[in-house]
């Protein structure tokens, strides 16, 4: 029993001393983000998706002003970073001309990597603030919402708000302004590669088009985020 009790102890001993080391090698932080994103391809504010007696208007999406909040890690030597991101737009949404108001735009990024260069910032001799130019590229998630933009001709026909739920690869580039090992301001641009994989009504959550084809909803986006 004491050989048992001996074991384990040591056991503790040597997972908080890994626990230890692995923090000292990642600094986690939160970056509070502001974006302007954009939409192109399937959205043209002219087509609609049409079957099963449904039908999903395609509204042209203006540009809008978002924002979001990342909470990730980045390497001792601010080598690279990795995060989880939600963020949250809002366009205006328009089909033929007819206004349907807002449109609400979700994203959950499930995984951010940045890497940044020069590497060795932080053992420069030079005053702050030190300049770094960075990468980023990640896995993407969200659904698009909007107002008015569901028709049926079920249960003597009614009109909902539509959802497009949406699967996306982004890219991007910047500079991050770092006045301290962790707090900065980083000003980038990218370009996002998405895909409208899905369409439900959004109201009642009963209504799925079953889609053959997976449709282009990507587009440029720029972001200012505050370490």
Request: hydrophobic share 40%; with cysteine.
């Amino acid at each position: 029993m004491k050989r048992l009790i001996f074991v384990f102890m040591l056991s503790v001993i040597e997972i908080l001393k890994l626990q230890q080391g692995l923090y000292a090698q990642i600094r986690p932080y939160i970056q509070i983000d502001g974006s302007y994103t954009s939409i192109y391809g399937t959205f043209d504010g002219e087509s609609s998706l049409v079957g099963g007696k449904m039908e999903f208007l395609l509204p042209e999406l203006s540009s809008g002003l978002g924002w979001g909040l990342t909470a990730g890690c980045y390497s001792s030597d601010k080598r690279w970073s990795v995060g989880f991101k939600y963020a949250r737009s809002t366009f205006d949404a328009s089909h033929l001309d007819e206004s349907l108001g807002k449109a609400n735009y979700n994203l959950i990024e499930l995984f951010e990597l940045t890497w940044f260069f020069p590497e060795e910032w932080q053992n420069s001799s030079r005053e702050r603030p030190v300049i770094q130019f960075y990468i980023t590229s990640g896995l993407e998630m969200g659904w698009i919402t909007v107002r008015d933009a569901f028709y049926t001709s079920f249960n003597s026909g009614r009109q909902g708000d539509a959802r497009y739920n949406w699967a996306g690869f982004p890219v991007g580039t910047g500079i991050s302004i770092n006045f301290a090992e962790i707090s900065s301001i980083k000003i980038g641009m990218g370009y996002r590669l998405a895909y409208v994989m899905s369409a439900s009504e959004y109201s009642f959550d009963s209504a799925e088009f079953n889609m053959e084809d997976t449709l282009g909803a990507g587009g440029l986006f720029f972001d200012i985020g505050i370490v």
